[in-house]
């Protein structure tokens, strides 16, 4: 069965891409995603805010 999660990311948090980073987008993905398959992962902008919808299994 796959899950869907949005994240959300202010415009700062949206910037900081380093792994060990709290709260950046590469750690917050990193730490979800760890021991699934994603199936499909997709970002979008709105209002300066940085969301990515993540579909795992």
Known sequence: ??????FEFTPNEGCET????????QK???DYTNGKTVE???SY????????VVVTS
């Open 45 to 52: 902008t709105m209002q300066g805010n940085l969301y990515v």
């Open 18 to 25: 380093g792994a060990s980073v709290a709260g950046g987008v």
């Open 40 to 42: 499909g992962i997709t």
């Open 28 to 30: 917050v993905l990193d």
């Open 1 to 6: 069965m796959s899950d869907t999660k949005v």
